[in-house]
């Protein structure tokens, strides 16, 4: 199977989207692959498969490579002569800003290139964890309470501590913090204002069960992945995330009741349904007093969760081929037609 990596983009997960595509490339070696990075300028590079490693971004050897433009269809590899299209399903795993809130969705739909990821809606409500509130209220699933702070608007908070403080649009854990009491909130917020202007404050529950399901639609059907307990200290932070991102063995599935493993896979497709489809997701979730609460959606999960899935290969060639061509309205220009002879012109 023909399959584009599509990684990097202009965001605090740069990086992490780096580590995810050299994971892909390992976990999907028998794919024919094409690996296409994107740089925070927003240039496209194809970069060969062969120097698909670390340092090949780290220190800009990508610069040697061809750039790409996208036109209709297609990214571009101009020659001297002539010009090479690349065509073909995307994988879009470019994490955070540009992968993850509409940028490069849009971008895709726009020129009707086919792909693996978020469409522009899905985007916005799951980027934003506001939002991602909203999307709970509106499928009937349980979140955890939580105050809105802005960099220009302080208030006091109504929470009782301790309580976690995160950015409203950023992932993998960057710019969290736990704050135990009033001392330590200044401090966190500093952090957190540094990545974004929206702050999310949660109660923080410690030692609660958090389990990670994914999935994807094909055909109709709902199609997961195996439920994930992870191992984690006072929260699952950066350090802990970042590991996650390179990971290619399957972990173990979770010691949970099959009425649990139920109540998880109910909640994710309430979440995924009529909104995802084209995407393989994962969703983090809390479970306290037997109720499941929707904590995080991973619209493009670190190295894609490919060690939450039995046969990850079968997984992505199921999910590529339930991608339709996208639906292109014809403009024939009757109306214009209709007034000018109308008009007698």
């Known amino acids: 199977m023909k399959l584009t990596i599509l990684f990097g983009g202009a965001s605090f997960e740069h990086e992490i989207s780096i580590v995810s595509a050299i994971t892909i490339k390992e976990k999907l070696s028998e794919f024919d692959l094409t690996f296409i990075f994107c740089d925070q300028n927003h240039i496209f590079y194809l970069v060969e498969a062969s120097k698909m ?18 036109s209709n269809g297609c990214f571009i590899e101009k020659k001297l002569f002539g010009a090479n299209e690349h065509r073909g399903m995307i994988l879009n795993l470019i994490h955070g800003a540009d992968g993850e809130d509409g940028t490069i969705a849009s971008l895709l739909d726009f020129f009707g290139i086919k792909y693996i990821g ?4 899905a985007s916005v409500f799951s980027f934003d964890k506001r939002y991602t509130k909203m999307l709970c209220s ?5 979140c955890l309470d939580f105050e809105e702070l802005n960099s220009k608007e302080h208030k006091n908070i109504k929470l009782a501590y301790p309580i976690i403080v995160k950015p409203s649009r950023l992932g993998s854990s960057i710019g969290v913090s736990v704050v135990n009491d009033e001392s330590e909130l200044d401090y966190a917020l500093d952090v957190a204002f540094e990545f974004d202007k929206s702050v999310l ?20 059907k709902c199609y997961f992945s195996i439920v994930e307990e992870p191992q984690k200290g006072e929260f699952l932070d950066f350090e802990k995330k970042y590991m996650d991102f390179s990971r290619s063995s399957q972990v173990l599935k979770a010691d949970i009741s099959k009425e649990l493993e139920q109540k998880l896979k109910t909640n994710f497709e309430k979440i995924y349904k009529n909104l995802f489809e ?8 809390f479970v306290i007093d ?16 490919n060690y939450l899935f039995e046969d990850f290969k079968s997984s992505i060639k199921l999910l590529a081929s339930s991608i339709s061509d996208a639906r292109r309205i014809k403009v024939n220009y009757d109306y214009i037609h209709s007034i000018s002879k109308a008009k007698g012109k």
Request: glycine fraction near 10%; aromatic fraction near 12%; charged fraction near 25%.
């Open 278 to 285: 084209g995407a393989l997701i994962r969703c983090d979730f």
């Open 290 to 305: 037997g109720e499941v609460y929707l904590n995080e959606i991973n619209p493009i999960p670190g190295s894609m969760a």
């Open 118 to 121: 978020p469409r522009a809606d």
């Open 201 to 220: 404050v949660e109660p923080f529950i410690k030692g609660v069960k958090e389990y990670n399901l994914a999935g994807f639609s094909a055909d109709g």
């Open 138 to 142: 509106a499928r009937g699933v349980k």
């Open 53 to 70: 490693r670390a340092k090949t971004f780290s220190s800009f050897e990508y610069k040697k490579f061809p750039q790409l433009s996208i």
